[in-house]
């Protein structure tokens, strides 16, 4: 029998949260990659993710404790005894300690690599604590700096990480889960190109063809980009009129949670952006 030394998760850069889900001075507690951690926006605007338990008695900064300011640094201060943290996981100060013993104690907790953009709240994470070799693309600064975020829709689905990656970059399954717009009316029909951009990340275009009782009655653009070895974006619509992915989700969630995980998956030749995008992780995220 095989017995793993730990649970292994994937390594990559992981989506927190929207940057507007963590306001300045709030502190906020959450479980990633079987860690308890804490997030927290000091007064500098910056966000830090530090490992939840204090190590003086073990008491979780997410639950009751708040940000204060400590020599000019962002700080979480424990709800227990009044320790206070910085961002980069040092003790700042322990009350009625003079700084000579607190040096000596050296205490601090892991600090997580954040990094925020897109209005998203990235952590890193890798099984062997090892360093990243590459950054989330800030896509909306770099490609659609007029693009805002008005919401999110968030849905709790069971299932095995590479599945739900890969289907982000899947375009064979788009004309069969995402093709019904007004059933019996509205259709769409998804084609895409068989390149898949010159860089390291595969970037798969193709177009939408609008149909109504099964005449094509109009089309706009369909861009899949990579954005890192854990993010996909999808967009739909010309960059002056970006509408998203606003086809029927509900049916892919309820594919995606009864599917089952292959080891030697049967691809065929149309499922190139599949095996583009495995190797794509293979380079960067399975380093």
Same mark, same amino acid.
């Given at each position: *029998?095989?017995?793993?030394?730990?649970?292994?998760?994937?390594?990559?850069?992981?989506?927190? *949260?929207?940057?507007?889900?963590?306001?300045?001075?709030?502190?906020?507690?959450?479980?990633?990659?079987?860690?308890?951690?804490? @997030?927290?926006? &000091?007064?500098?605007? @910056?966000?830090?993710?530090?490992? @939840?338990?204090?190590?003086?008695?073990?008491?979780?900064?997410?639950?009751?404790?708040?940000?204060?300011? /400590?020599?000019?640094?962002?700080?979480?201060?424990?709800?227990?005894?009044?320790?206070?943290?910085?961002?980069?996981?040092?003790?700042?100060?322990?009350?009625?300690?003079?700084?000579?013993?607190?040096?000596?104690?050296?205490?601090?907790?892991?600090?997580?690599?954040?990094?925020?953009?897109?209005?998203?709240?990235?952590?890193?994470?890798?099984?062997?604590?090892?360093?990243?070799?590459?950054?989330?693309?800030?896509?909306?600064?770099?490609?659609?700096?007029?693009?805002? *975020?008005?919401?999110?829709?968030?849905?709790?689905?069971?299932?095995?990480?590479?599945?739900?990656? /890969?289907?982000?970059?899947?375009?064979?399954?788009?004309?069969?889960?995402?093709?019904?717009?007004?059933?019996?009316?509205?259709? @769409? +029909?998804?084609?895409?190109?068989?390149?898949?951009?010159?860089?390291?990340?595969?970037?798969?275009?193709?177009?939408?063809?609008?149909? *109504?009782?099964?005449?094509?009655? &109009?089309?706009?653009?369909?861009?899949?980009?990579?954005?890192?070895?854990?993010?996909?974006?999808?967009?739909?619509?010309?960059?002056?009129?970006?509408?998203?992915?606003?086809?029927?989700?509900?049916? +892919?969630?309820?594919?995606?949670?009864?599917?089952?995980?292959?080891?030697?998956?049967?691809?065929?030749?149309?499922?190139?952006?599949?095996?583009?995008?495995?190797?794509?992780?293979?380079?960067?995220?399975?380093?």
């Amino acid at each position: *029998m095989l017995v793993m030394d730990k649970l292994q998760y994937p390594n990559g850069w992981i989506c927190l *949260m929207p940057s507007q889900h963590l306001r300045t001075n709030e502190v906020k507690p959450f479980e990633m990659c079987g860690q308890q951690l804490v @997030a927290f926006r &000091g007064g500098s605007g @910056a966000v830090h993710v530090l490992s @939840a338990y204090c190590p003086h008695l073990g008491a979780n900064f997410g639950v009751g404790g708040h940000v204060v300011t /400590e020599s000019g640094d962002d700080c979480i201060q424990c709800p227990f005894h009044g320790w206070r943290f910085g961002g980069d996981g040092q003790c700042k100060r322990i009350p009625n300690i003079k700084n000579s013993e607190l040096n000596a104690l050296k205490a601090n907790v892991k600090n997580w690599l954040t990094v925020e953009a897109n209005e998203i709240i990235y952590v890193w994470y890798h099984n062997d604590g090892i360093d990243p070799q590459n950054y989330p693309n800030n896509f909306v600064a770099n490609i659609y700096p007029k693009l805002k *975020m008005l919401g999110t829709l968030k849905r709790l689905v069971y299932q095995q990480f590479q599945q739900m990656e /890969e289907n982000g970059v899947d375009t064979v399954h788009f004309s069969y889960l995402h093709n019904k717009f007004v059933p019996g009316l509205l259709n @769409a +029909e998804y084609v895409f190109n068989s390149d898949c951009g010159a860089g390291p990340a595969p970037v798969f275009t193709g177009r939408v063809i609008y149909k *109504m009782f099964g005449k094509a009655v &109009g089309t706009t653009p369909i861009i899949i980009r990579t954005l890192s070895p854990v993010a996909v974006l999808v967009e739909v619509g010309k960059e002056s009129s970006f509408i998203g992915q606003i086809v029927t989700l509900g049916d +892919e969630f309820d594919v995606l949670v009864n599917s089952m995980r292959l080891r030697r998956p049967l691809l065929t030749r149309h499922n190139q952006s599949i095996l583009v995008y495995r190797l794509y992780q293979s380079n960067l995220k399975l380093q």
